[in-house]
């Protein structure tokens, strides 16, 4: 059971904690009844019925999302340049290490910058060498 709502509330998509969870449900509901008897066969199976109905009603309440549902929102934007403060030909230096995307720092403000597929250190000394469509690329100063 504890796989299955894993696999509702956590890991949605990938159906194998839920496989697992209902072939584990269904060996105990088997072994219930070749071990025990079909007396206690039975009561296993309704009560495994009862528990999953129960435990999906409280699980799809709508309060129970809430209380597990992110509430905080994403209100900054990547890379809203301001021309004024960052022209092609300014200098700056990688904060993060660039493999084709990174952070550097350019006139004292952090972007997010992209090399032409080459690969730049952090803390190197690097030059704007295009800006387009809100995408700055920059190259290693020499």
Known sequence: MIFIILEILVIPGHAVFGILGFIMMTIGIWQAYSVYGSTAGHYTLAATGLLTIIILYFSLRSK??????????VKSKVNVIDEKKLKVGDTGKT???LSTVGKALINGEFYEVHTLGEFIDEETEIIVEKISFNKIIVKPKI
């Open 64 to 73: 129970t999302w809430k209380k597990i549902m992110l509430k905080s929102e």
């Open 95 to 97: 904060v993060s290490k």
